[in-house]
Antibody, heavy 116, light 106 residues
Framework: QVQLVESGGGVVQPGRSLRLSCVAS????????MHWVRQGPAKGLEWVAV????????YYADSVKGRFTISRDISKSTLYLQMNSLRVEDTALYYC?????????WGQGTLVTVSS | IQLTQSPSSLSASVGDRVTITCRAS??????LAWYQQKPGKAPNLLIYTASTLQSGVPSRFSGSGSGTDFTLTISSLQPEDFATYYCQQLNSYPITFGQGTRLEIK
């Protein structure tokens, strides 16, 4: 059974950094592309980043490009999102998800609050 | 690629037939998915490749369309269907979502 569990969220000041983690079980990270998607308070879904199944390609939303970095550690079955230069508008619930053309599995999310 | 959903909100009654539309700013073939999200929960995949029902999803849900125009139809609303619905395109990066349609009880 596929399970995704995010952690690492918290309250952080603008300009600071935070690293999110997502532990995957029930499948191997090297078999599927993995995504981060966020949802601001009372807002819709916003796709953030993806890493391809083989780790060779990474894509980012324009809103986070140059500030966020997606990575993974296959040996730890863990997906990461390194978030630098955080802004108030990055406040959101961050989900990791395995999304393909025919299936999708989501974690329950980890909350990031950027506030002074 | 921008996705525009309509309506943004909708009031309906149990037993009603409901249709939500999603229009893409360019051709995305059939690379469109529909999600349902309930408060405090992660999104749940309903439909993929525009019209294929995800396993375990009730048959009252259906999807259609290709190219730029897509629809999600719920044939007979049930109490558990009141939620927010999102379309998502997977044709190209960046992946994008529609702004959501909130389905409320009349």
């Amino acid at each position: 059974q596929v399970q995704l569990v995010e952690s690492g969220g918290g309250v952080v000041q603008p300009g600071r950094s935070l690293r999110l983690s997502c532990v995957a079980s029930g499948f191997t990270l090297s078999s599927i592309a993995m995504h981060w998607v966020r949802q601001g308070p009372a807002k819709g879904l916003e796709w953030v980043a993806v890493i391809s199944y083989d780790g060779s390609n990474k894509y980012y939303a324009d809103s986070v490009k140059g500030r966020f970095t997606i990575s993974r550690d296959i040996s730890k079955s863990t997906l990461y999102l390194q978030m630098n230069s955080l802004r108030v508008e990055d406040t959101a619930l961050y989900y990791c998800a395995s999304i393909t053309g025919t299936a999708a599995n989501w974690g329950q999310g980890t909350l990031v609050t950027v506030s002074s | 690629i921008q996705l525009t959903q309509s309506p943004s909100s909708l009031s309906a009654s149990v037993g009603d037939r409901v249709t939500i539309t999603c229009r893409a700013s360019q051709d995305i073939s059939s690379f469109l998915a529909w999600y349902q999200q309930k408060p405090g929960k992660a999104p749940n995949l309903l439909i993929y490749t525009a019209s294929t029902l995800q396993s375990g999803v009730p048959s009252r849900f259906s999807g259609s369309g290709s190219g730029t125009d897509f629809t999600l139809t719920i044939s007979s609303l049930q109490p558990e269907d009141f939620a927010t619905y999102y379309c998502q395109q997977l044709n190209s990066y960046p992946i994008t979502f529609g702004q959501g349609t909130r389905l409320e009880i009349k």
